[in-house]
């Protein structure tokens, strides 16, 4: 099992310059997450998908869009790169709410935007 | 909005000892709180949960409790290790949404 698989893990844009981040589980999850993590600031929420077909902002979704393309795959769009969007992103499953809701993290994306 | 406030200042132990980690929220209290572990450029990992209807939880060397009325959860590791030097996140979250808050962790350093 590769559990949450996210692509690339490095990426250096310039800004105004457009990418898609892509993440993929093989858990069966129904819930899947977008996260950026600064020094100091921990992981603020992004977008977040509870079933697929649907998406929700979270915290800081300004700049960015998302696609929950199937159960498997949800991906995070700069359409206008910032450097302000200079981040890890880390994308996670979840297979539920209530008890069983234990986040996986996929390795995380290192974005620079120059 | 919530606000979870966890220790921004690294925590050092000595090894063998007993490592005490706050997690501190504001507003309404969430249907379950967990703990992650995250190790330099790695993802957070999963170690714990507890719902708003338990006191205490624990795992091997772990421990967690949750006092909903002083909206707090404290996280131990008994018995140190070096080993468990690592950033620990806590995160909340709520049974009428999917989302899941996390606090900005802290970082525990254990020394041999």
């Known amino acids: 099992n590769a559990g949450v698989t996210q692509t690339p893990k490095f990426q250096v844009l310039k800004t105004g310059q457009s990418m898609t981040l892509q993440c993929a589980q093989d858990?069966?999850?129904?819930?899947m997450y977008w996260y950026r993590q600064d020094p100091g600031m921990g992981l603020r929420l992004i977008y977040y998908?509870?079933?697929?077909?649907?998406?929700d902002k979270g915290e800081v979704p300004n700049g960015y869009n998302v696609s929950r393309l199937n159960k498997r795959e949800f991906s995070l769009r700069l359409e206008s790169a910032a450097p302000s969007q200079t981040s890890v992103y880390f994308c996670a499953s979840i297979q539920g709410r209530g008890g069983n809701t234990e986040a996986f993290f996929g390795q995380g994306t290192r974005l620079t935007v120059v | 909005s919530q606000k979870i406030e966890q220790n921004s200042e690294a925590l050092n132990i000595q090894e063998g000892k007993t490592a005490t980690l706050t997690c501190n929220y504001t507003?309404?209290?969430?249907?379950?709180l967990q703990w992650y572990r995250q190790d330099p450029g790695r993802g957070p990992v999963f170690l714990l949960l507890?719902?708003?209807?338990?006191k205490e939880k624990r795992k091997e060397r772990l421990k967690v409790t949750f006092d909903t009325t002083l909206k707090q959860s404290l996280f131990h590791i008994t018995a140190s290790q070096p080993a468990d030097s690592a950033t620990y996140l806590c995160?909340?979250?709520?049974?009428?949404?999917?989302?899941?808050?996390f606090g900005s962790g802290t970082r525990l350093s254990i020394r041999p």
């Open positions: 998908s509870a079933s697929e077909g649907t998406t």
């Open positions: 507003n309404y209290s969430p249907a379950y």
């Open positions: 507890i719902r708003e209807n338990e």
């Open positions: 858990m069966n999850h129904n819930s």
């Open positions: 995160a909340l979250g709520y049974s009428s949404a999917s989302k899941i808050i």
